[in-house]
């Protein structure tokens, strides 16, 4: 779908197989993953939550974790196999087993878990998380500070921050608040990621709270941005052994007990590593020389082999963390006692779901030749693509799809998303081409996800909503029967406005009188969201604004008044209040949480 205000189509360049756009003029409003999973609206934490309940589950699942191109994210199912890899997979296997019998297969073990807090804002603005005090006691040099002074760090830590094996593999019944105050000699990682504008993560290793000043104390402390894929200082540690981030690697109950798929590579610990560190790694702490070249290296990446058959028998978990390291496979990110992946500790997890993955044998690994920051799915001309605008159409008439992409070498594919989810069956009649014809099975609201790959970068993908009417039907009258705000500053900036109302639908357009038509950031049949641009609210005025639906039938609602006040003493902050009912949901994920309207708040793009 075009960018909202955007809603003009592009001319489109004529091509034997596709239809090419400018990569700088390609502007899809859906927030897509590096995967194809269409996010919903941007999640705004408005209160700490603990990773294992569903709250926590709602926000990490519409969180882009990690850039597209991120190391993390990167498919490395079709990269060539190391030449070295047999025998380092030989030396990884022999190290274990020189540890103790039993120690030839993958084992997953509960370890970090995390805590989602709010944006720091500047005083008297809420919600914000606030900072405290953290000493780092072992490595402060390997630290960030975060504004604080060396030794001691400003960081947001909540009071309800957990440390690493809390709950599920700690005595039952043992209090947080107890464990935080343990000394003893485990890693106890702890991990606080807070998204918003500047979406970070703080992560630590031995973290205690004491009752000393300040209270919390650790080893040491990174700072990651979770939207850049730039890495520590070079030689410097971070909560892993490897200078790596823990959060993206972690197997989360959100991903592969609830959708049964894991979107990213996997934290891989062996018994013994090399004196070095590739790219992603910024940190080594191996034992043996770094010329041992059939040791791995901080960084190195291993996968599942392609040709091992993962059971269809296996549960739910273990089938997705075995297709994660065929897809993603795992970096090598810390020394210890075996072959290994970390797991939330998280007791919603069954019994035993992961025992059938820690059937399989080292052997049965690979080691993958691996990619530098500036290859792979981080080289230049990414491709881009767009799925035009979203349309109405009678059933019996189908629509056209009009897409278009840019890059070298491309592939493009349209499919209906979420089949399940879709009120009938479509049939494409050229999957492959940018344009082409698509009939519907029933009427209702389809979602067509058009992708766009070259092999080598992370897919493109763009989606548009085809709302097909029963033949002969039309276009429901819209009713707007408030917005949110309903008054605002002269000169306040751009904000978004919500407007509720009855029969809303996702491709109506919001007129706002003397300016140009906006169209919705999120849709539901109560509610839509609109991105107002700062030159609609520059002066005072009273502008009228209503919904209008498309043709056939459909035309614009009653308008509602957005009354915008003169600066009182040379202020120009926006504000105001609500107008008549509610401020609607209903968008993508937004629509089952009015019970956590305290907790999590979502705003900005298109949700489908």
Same mark, same amino acid.
């Given at each position: 779908?075009?960018?909202?205000?955007?809603?003009?189509?592009?001319?489109?360049?004529?091509?034997?197989?596709?239809?090419?756009?400018?990569?700088?003029?390609?502007?899809?409003?859906?927030?897509?993953?590096? *995967?194809?999973?269409?996010?919903?609206?941007?999640?705004?934490?408005?209160?700490?939550?603990?990773?294992?309940?569903?709250?926590?589950?709602?926000?990490?699942?519409?969180?882009?974790?990690?850039?597209? +191109?991120?190391?993390?994210?990167?498919?490395?199912?079709?990269?060539?196999?190391?030449?070295?890899? /047999?025998?380092?997979?030989?030396?990884?296997? *022999?190290?274990?087993?020189?540890?103790?019998?039993?120690?030839?297969?993958?084992?997953?073990?509960?370890?970090?878990?995390?805590? &989602?807090?709010?944006?720091?804002?500047?005083?008297?603005?809420?919600?914000?998380?606030? &900072?405290?005090?953290?000493?780092?006691?072992?490595?402060?040099?390997?630290? /960030?500070?975060?504004?604080?002074?060396?030794?001691?760090?400003?960081?947001?830590? #909540?009071?309800?921050?957990?440390?690493?094996?809390?709950?599920?593999?700690?005595?039952?019944?043992?209090?947080?608040?107890?464990?935080?105050?343990?000394?003893?000699?485990? /890693?106890?990682?702890?991990?606080?990621?807070?998204?918003?504008?500047?979406?970070?993560?703080?992560?630590?290793?031995?973290?205690?709270?004491? %009752?000393?000043?300040?209270?919390?104390?650790?080893?040491?402390?990174?700072?990651?941005?979770?939207?850049?894929?730039?890495?520590?200082?070079?030689? @410097?540690?971070? %909560?892993?052994?490897?200078?790596?981030?823990?959060?993206?690697?972690?197997?989360?109950?959100?991903?592969?007990?609830?959708?049964?798929?894991?979107?990213?590579?996997?934290?891989?610990?062996?018994?013994?590593?090399?004196?070095?560190?590739?790219? #992603?790694?910024?940190?080594?702490?191996?034992?043996?020389?770094?010329?041992?070249?059939?040791?791995?290296?901080?960084?190195?990446?291993?996968?599942?082999?392609?040709?091992?058959?993962?059971?269809?028998?296996?549960?739910?978990?273990?089938?997705?963390?075995?297709?994660?390291?065929?897809?993603? %496979?795992?970096?090598?990110?810390?020394?210890?006692?075996? @072959?290994?992946?970390?797991?939330?500790? /998280?007791?919603?997890?069954?019994?035993?779901?992961?025992?059938?993955?820690?059937?399989?044998?080292?052997?049965?690994?690979?080691?993958?030749?691996?990619?530098?920051?500036?290859?792979?799915?981080?080289?230049?001309?990414?491709?881009?693509? +767009?799925?035009?605008?979203?349309?109405?159409?009678?059933?019996?008439?189908?629509?056209?799809?009009?897409?278009?992409?840019?890059?070298?070498?491309?592939?493009?594919?349209?499919?209906?998303?979420?089949? *399940?989810?879709?009120?009938?069956?479509?049939?494409?009649?050229?999957?492959?081409?940018?344009?082409?014809?698509?009939?519907?099975?029933?009427?209702?609201?389809?979602?067509?996800? @058009?992708?766009?790959?070259?092999?080598?970068?992370?897919?493109?993908? +763009?989606?548009?909503?085809?709302?097909?009417?029963?033949?002969?039907?039309?276009?429901?009258?819209?009713?707007?029967?408030?917005?949110?705000?309903?008054?605002?500053?002269?000169?306040?900036?751009?904000?978004?406005?919500?407007?509720?109302?009855?029969?809303?639908?996702?491709?109506?357009?919001?007129?706002?009188?003397?300016?140009?038509?906006?169209?919705?950031?999120?849709?539901?049949?109560?509610?839509?969201?609109?991105?107002?641009?700062? %030159?609609?609210?520059?002066?005072?005025?009273?502008?009228?604004?209503?919904?209008?639906?498309?043709?056939?039938?459909?035309? #614009?609602?009653?308008?509602?008044?957005?009354?915008?006040?003169?600066?009182?003493?040379?202020?120009?902050?926006?504000?105001?209040?609500?107008?008549?009912?509610?401020?609607?949901?209903?968008?993508?994920?937004?629509?089952?949480?009015?019970?956590?309207?305290?907790?999590?708040?979502?705003?900005?793009?298109?949700?489908?």
């Amino acid at each position: 779908m075009r960018s909202p205000i955007f809603r003009t189509r592009l001319s489109l360049l004529a091509a034997p197989t596709l239809l090419l756009l400018p990569a700088a003029v390609l502007c899809g409003a859906e927030r897509i993953n590096h *995967a194809g999973r269409i996010l919903g609206p941007e999640p705004v934490v408005t209160a700490p939550v603990l990773f294992n309940t569903p709250q926590a589950d709602a926000i990490v699942a519409a969180l882009q974790i990690m850039p597209r +191109d991120n190391a993390w994210n990167e498919i490395v199912a079709g990269r060539p196999k190391d030449p070295g890899s /047999d025998a380092m997979i030989a030396q990884i296997r *022999a190290d274990v087993l020189a540890m103790g019998s039993g120690r030839n297969t993958l084992r997953i073990f509960s370890e970090m878990n995390y805590v &989602l807090v709010p944006p720091t804002l500047p005083p008297g603005q809420t919600p914000s998380q606030p &900072l405290v005090g953290v000493r780092f006691v072992t490595y402060p040099d390997d630290s /960030d500070f975060n504004g604080g002074t060396a030794p001691v760090a400003t960081w947001p830590i #909540p009071s309800i921050m957990p440390v690493e094996s809390w709950p599920s593999a700690r005595p039952a019944g043992e209090s947080l608040d107890t464990w935080q105050r343990t000394v003893n000699s485990e /890693d106890r990682h702890s991990i606080i990621v807070q998204p918003g504008a500047m979406p970070r993560l703080f992560e630590t290793w031995q973290a205690v709270l004491t %009752g000393n000043t300040p209270a919390w104390q650790a080893s040491n402390g990174a700072i990651f941005r979770f939207d850049s894929n730039i890495l520590r200082t070079d030689g @410097l540690t971070s %909560g892993d052994a490897a200078g790596l981030p823990l959060f993206p690697a972690l197997i989360r109950y959100d991903e592969c007990a609830v959708r049964g798929v894991i979107e990213h590579a996997l934290r891989v610990v062996v018994a013994r590593s090399r004196r070095a560190h590739i790219y #992603p790694a910024s940190h080594d702490a191996g034992s043996v020389a770094a010329t041992a070249t059939t040791y791995p290296a901080m960084g190195q990446r291993i996968r599942l082999r392609s040709d091992f058959t993962i059971p269809t028998t296996w549960t739910t978990e273990s089938r997705a963390v075995a297709t994660a390291l065929k897809t993603y %496979g795992g970096l090598v990110a810390d020394n210890g006692g075996f @072959l290994s992946v970390s797991a939330c500790p /998280d007791q919603r997890f069954a019994s035993g779901c992961f025992d059938e993955v820690q059937t399989i044998d080292i052997g049965d690994f690979e080691v993958v030749l691996a990619t530098g920051p500036t290859e792979g799915p981080r080289a230049a001309n990414a491709p881009a693509a +767009d799925a035009g605008g979203d349309q109405t159409v009678q059933l019996a008439a189908g629509a056209t799809l009009s897409g278009g992409a840019s890059g070298t070498g491309l592939t493009t594919t349209w499919s209906l998303y979420d089949p *399940a989810s879709a009120p009938g069956t479509v049939a494409i009649a050229a999957p492959g081409a940018l344009s082409t014809a698509v009939g519907f099975s029933a009427p209702g609201a389809y979602t067509l996800l @058009l992708t766009a790959g070259d092999g080598t970068h992370t897919p493109a993908y +763009d989606a548009v909503v085809v709302t097909v009417l029963a033949d002969g039907s039309a276009n429901p009258a819209p009713t707007l029967s408030a917005i949110s705000p309903a008054s605002w500053t002269a000169g306040g900036g751009a904000f978004t406005m919500t407007l509720s109302g009855t029969n809303l639908m996702s491709s109506a357009t919001v007129s706002w009188a003397g300016q140009a038509d906006l169209a919705p950031l999120t849709a539901s049949s109560g509610s839509l969201t609109v991105a107002v641009p700062a %030159g609609y609210v520059a002066a005072a005025g009273s502008p009228q604004i209503r919904v209008v639906n498309p043709t056939p039938g459909g035309g #614009p609602s009653a308008a509602q008044t957005l009354v915008v006040a003169a600066p009182s003493g040379g202020s120009t902050t926006g504000g105001g209040a609500t107008s008549g009912g509610g401020n609607g949901g209903g968008c993508g994920l937004g629509a089952g949480f009015a019970a956590l309207a305290t907790l999590l708040l979502f705003a900005c793009r298109r949700s489908n």
